[in-house]
């Protein structure tokens, strides 16, 4: 059990105990200013924080906690963490699928030099509205102030934080036919901080040959490499027919994100997150607008 308190109390008060429910995980907890002092905390005001020791977390909205307890005068809080929701499941799906793109466009500003922007010209850039990306970024807190804007440097640091992409990636890679030799060669994963480190086919002609940066693995030793890898994210490039055979096997082997590219629905326990991506969907997609 992880748990944290801060303690306020004057003369003879006794110090109380406040119970915490609060939304977060091992990677949110680097700025105590938010959770203390943002305006709508019944935190805002104490100056006192010497006593508090949380390290290596965040917690980056006020919003995703509220207080059991009535807030007394003098109180101590303890937060038990081991006992904490899991922030991903409170922010919706489709936010988290934009914070990509607005990465990518920051990014590139900062590569071109420009050190702050606003929200219209972010979303000018990508397509969105400025207050559709002002919504979206205050489900993870405050990042810009009214007047100033953003800084891109600050915001592509946190957005890479939240991402997780401020670290490398191992990937495995199911399936080597035509499609999944073209993303084992493909550099842009790697510029990303994305590496293919195993890649499996069930064809023995390939077996052993050197594809990109890995040697080809039977499907046979898929299990026993993925373990003692470590590796959590897999892409799947086999045909419809195999891929939820297969994708049961990876979750088995401790896969737990899948990026599929066959055109199959997959049913997989809920913590295993699968994103899709056919080719021949989005084509169809387009073509109804050529009619």
């Given at each position: 059990m992880e748990a944290y308190s801060y303690r306020q109390g004057t003369g003879s008060t006794p110090s109380r105990v406040i119970r915490v429910e609060i939304l977060t995980n091992d990677y949110f907890w680097d700025n105590l200013a938010t959770f203390f002092f943002h305006p709508n905390s019944i935190?805002?005001?104490?100056?006192?924080?010497?006593?508090?020791?949380?390290?290596?977390?965040?917690?980056?909205?006020?919003?995703l906690f509220r207080v059991i307890d009535p807030y007394p005068d003098s109180f101590s809080l303890t937060i038990d963490t081991s006992e904490a929701y899991i922030m991903e499941k409170s922010i919706p799906d489709i936010v988290v699928g934009r914070l990509p793109r607005y990465l990518r466009s920051l990014e590139y500003m900062l590569k071109n030099g420009?050190?702050?922007?606003s929200s219209q010209e972010l979303g000018e850039s990508i397509g969105i509205s400025a207050a559709q990306i002002r919504k979206d970024l205050s489900q993870f807190g405050e990042f810009g102030k009214q007047g100033t804007g953003y800084s891109v440097r600050y915001l592509v640091d946190q957005l890479q934080s939240i991402l997780h992409v401020n670290q490398s990636w191992d990937l495995v890679l199911v399936g080597v036919g035509d499609l999944g030799t073209a993303l084992a060669t493909y550099q842009g994963f790697v510029n990303r901080g994305f590496h293919i480190v195993l890649a499996f086919d069930n064809d023995p002609a390939k077996t052993g040959k050197k594809i990109g940066d890995v040697t080809i693995d039977g499907m046979d030793q898929l299990e026993a490499k993925i373990a003692e890898s470590g590796a959590?994210?897999?892409?799947?490039?086999?045909?419809?027919?195999?891929?939820?055979?297969?994708?049961?096997?990876?979750?088995?082997?401790?896969?737990?994100?899948?990026?599929?590219?066959?055109?199959?629905?997959?049913?997989?326990?809920?913590?295993?997150?699968?994103?899709?991506?056919?080719?021949?969907?989005?084509?169809?997609?387009?073509?109804?607008?050529?009619g």
């Open positions: 935190f805002s005001g104490l100056n006192d924080l010497s006593s508090v020791k949380l390290t290596t977390k965040q917690i980056i909205n006020v919003k420009i050190k702050t922007t959590k994210i897999a892409m799947l490039s086999v045909p419809a027919a195999a891929a939820q055979e297969v994708a049961e096997l990876l979750a088995k082997s401790g896969i737990r994100a899948i990026l599929n590219y066959a055109p199959m629905q997959l049913i997989l326990p809920s913590d295993i997150h699968v994103e899709y991506l056919d080719p021949i969907t989005k084509l169809q997609h387009m073509t109804y607008y050529l």
